[in-house]
């Protein structure tokens, strides 16, 4: 049974930073993909960051370049360093896996296993 459990987010002021972190168990694949998912109140949920099992590192674009992913291997965590944080990044934060290749874009049907998520609120 794999299990996803998120940590590290909280509240900070506009400019600041958080690290994200997912915590992985229970996960047998020799191949992954782990990601991130923000979803806004009101929003769809939408796919920041990705990593797979090759190291391989994928953005959207409208996310690239205040994020970045990382892993401690051997993918027992995965974390997220948000940084410039904008009061439009408050959102609930989602770690999600699937054994397969990242998909292209980012969708959240192609995920099997979810987190129960982390709260990041940025005020003004």
């Known amino acids: 049974q794999v299990q996803l459990v998120e940590s590290g987010g909280g509240s900070v002021q506009a400019g600041g930073s958080l690290r994200l972190s997912c915590a992985a168990s229970?996960?047998?694949?020799?191949?992954?993909?782990i990601a991130w998912f923000r979803q806004a109140p009101g929003k769809e949920r939408e796919g920041v960051a990705a990593i797979d099992s090759y190291g391989n590192r994928r953005y959207p674009d409208s996310m690239k370049g205040r994020f970045t992913i990382s892993r401690d291997k051997p993918m027992n965590t995965i974390y997220l360093e948000m940084n410039s944080l904008k009061p439009e990044d408050t959102a609930m934060y989602y770690c999600?896996?699937?054994?397969?290749?990242?998909?292209?874009?980012?969708?959240?049907?192609?995920?099997?296993?979810w987190g129960e998520g982390t709260q990041v609120t940025v005020s003004s």
């Open positions: 999600a896996a699937t054994p397969f290749l990242c998909p292209e874009p980012l969708a959240v049907t192609a995920f099997q296993f």
């Open positions: 229970g996960y047998t694949y020799s191949r992954y993909c």
